[in-house]
């Protein structure tokens, strides 16, 4: 049992939480197991319930909390083992490596201070067994065992899960079919995404790797839910006054060239240039909004991101007026009841700039608000 966990920790030497190819289950299967000679290790862990997330996926996982004083020195390492079983399903097997930094035995305060980490999953509806343990290369192991639930209740009893019943995958959403959002009956569309890649919290200056879950759990939610012929994707930041990704004919298999793009953005680090020029953010929206009306223009373009930090008016004479048919514009703007912008309700700069062409904002706090923002989209667009 030692042997086998010490193993694992070589394997995964620092990563996030991720499923486990079939090759390696046989042997992480083992480690679930409790051997009569086994060390103990004190560790607290706190399982995080089922709570669905804005790409209408459940998100669960844990948070544990390990006492310092147990890792004074250096080359210590811990591996985080869990395997998932959805009722009368098989289990699925996920792992997390991590090596600790050196700890003096003069640290201050040690025995108050804790290491912290923790791991997500996303599943479908369903009830699930969670085996979890986490091991040390030392041969110390701490274990615990729970039940979650998942289940769509409340304002999003109607929602459509975007992962099938008694299913479960890590954020990288491996193995899960897409779902068929198109009716196929339904008009699809042209569709072009603008994304504004900005933290969540007003009060923070970095993306952080909730952000970007976000961010790509309601794009891939979106074209998920509305039937398109053709995806024209543009990523953006007003802070920087700039674009950071453009792809004409948008593919699934493009998401992670998105995802790179978007932990590349570094809001703590702002050119001279960008400081100068005042009025940038209010240019860029100009052109994102121009470029939809005489370059090959969409049927629909969605804006959808965080509440933009800027409340200023762009002029009405930096909107071309169209070549034809004017696209219809919407704006998804999400905005958090736990983490309350001082700005919260007023129109922002990115809604102020659509009403120059008839676009419709639409402020978004729960799931089932999102889900309903994007049926508005669905029914505005199939009248036309």
């Not at 923790?118 to 192991?141: F, H, I, P, T």
Request: aromatic share 6%.
């Amino acid at each position: 049992m030692r042997l086998a966990l010490i193993s694992l920790l070589a394997t995964f030497p620092l990563t996030a939480q991720v499923m486990v190819s079939p090759a390696r289950i046989q042997r992480m299967a083992k480690s679930f197991e409790p051997h009569a000679d086994e060390k103990p290790l004190r560790c607290d862990v706190t399982p995080i319930k089922p709570t669905l997330n804005y790409g209408f996926r459940f998100q669960a996982g844990y948070v544990v909390r390990i006492p310092l004083t147990q890792y004074i020195g250096q080359g210590n390492r811990l591996t985080v083992l869990s395997r998932v079983t959805p009722k009368d399903g098989k289990p699925v097997y996920f792992a997390q490596g991590m090596s600790l930094p050196p700890i003096p035995d003069d640290a201050p305060d040690k025995k108050n201070q804790v290491i912290e980490t923790g791991g997500n999953v996303l599943m479908g509806e369903g009830q699930y067994e969670v085996a979890w343990v986490l091991a040390d290369n030392s041969g110390r192991v701490c274990r615990k065992k729970w039940t979650a639930v998942a289940e769509l209740k409340g304002a999003n009893r109607n929602i459509k899960a975007a992962i099938p019943p008694n299913a479960v995958t890590d954020l990288s959403l491996r193995g899960i079919p897409k779902s068929s959002g198109d009716d196929a009956d339904a008009r699809k569309l042209r569709l072009t995404v603008m994304v504004h890649a900005t933290p969540m919290s007003s009060r923070r200056a970095q993306l952080r790797a909730s952000d970007e879950a976000i961010l790509l759990g309601t794009l891939s939610a979106l074209l998920d839910r509305v039937p398109s012929v053709s995806v024209r994707l543009v990523v953006f930041n007003l802070e920087q006054h700039k674009e950071i990704f453009r792809r004409d004919k948008f593919q699934v298999t493009d998401f992670e060239e998105v995802s790179d793009a978007i932990q590349k953005i570094d809001l703590n680090s702002v050119d001279y240039s960008v400081l100068k020029d005042r009025k940038g953010h209010l240019d860029l929206l100009a052109n994102l909004i121009n470029s939809e009306q005489t370059e090959n223009p969409a049927d629909v373009v969605v804006f959808l991101g965080p509440m933009a930090r800027h409340l200023d008016k762009i002029p009405a004479v930096s909107i071309e007026k169209p070549q034809g048919a004017l696209p219809r514009f919407f704006y998804f703007r999400f905005e958090s009841f736990f983490r309350r912008s001082p700005n919260a309700g007023l129109p922002d700069a990115i809604t102020l700039a659509l009403k120059n062409v008839k676009g419709k904002s639409i402020t978004i706090h729960t799931p089932a608000e999102f889900s309903k923002a994007i049926d508005q989209v669905i029914n505005r667009t199939s009248r036309t």
